[in-house]
Nanobody
Framework: QVQLVESGGGLVQAGGSLRLSCVASGNIFKVNTMAWYRQAPGKQRELVADITSAHSTTYADPVKGRFTISRDNAQNTVYLQLNSLKPEDTAVYYC???????????????????WGQGTPVTVSS
């Protein structure tokens, strides 16, 4: 079995910063694209940023220039640096990967669409 575990959320004042981490654990050979999503109260879950295993990144427009996604493939970890936080960034932040490989062969087990449990971020005005 594999899992994603997030950490780093908390309460911060507007203009402040946080760094979220997400570690993939279990029988892992490779983690494919990793992403951060967020879900604010009463709203749908939305993509914040994603990063491929080759470190190509994309960002949602509301966070461009303020958030930075990065990853350490050797540690199966993805990070999200949140700067210049705004009250509207308040949400539960979820780590996600579309695919985890347990081995190099196409017959090896793959886990699809794996989500973390979420870490809350609250930005006060």
């Amino acid at each position: 079995q594999v899992q994603l575990v997030e950490s780093g959320g908390g309460l911060v004042q507007a203009g402040g910063s946080l760094r979220l981490s997400c570690v993939a654990s279990g029988n892992i050979f490779k983690v494919n694209t990793m992403a951060w999503y967020r879900q604010a109260p009463g709203k749908q879950r939305e993509l914040v940023a994603d990063i491929t295993s080759a470190h190509s990144t994309t960002y949602a427009d509301p966070v461009k220039g303020r958030f930075t996604i990065s990853r350490d493939n050797a540690q199966n970890t993805v990070y999200l640096q949140l700067n210049s936080l705004k009250p509207e960034d308040t949400a539960v932040y979820y780590c996600y990967t579309d695919q985890i490989y347990t081995g190099p062969k196409y017959t090896d087990t793959r886990y699809l669409e794996v989500w973390g449990q979420g870490t809350p971020v609250t930005v006060s005005s």
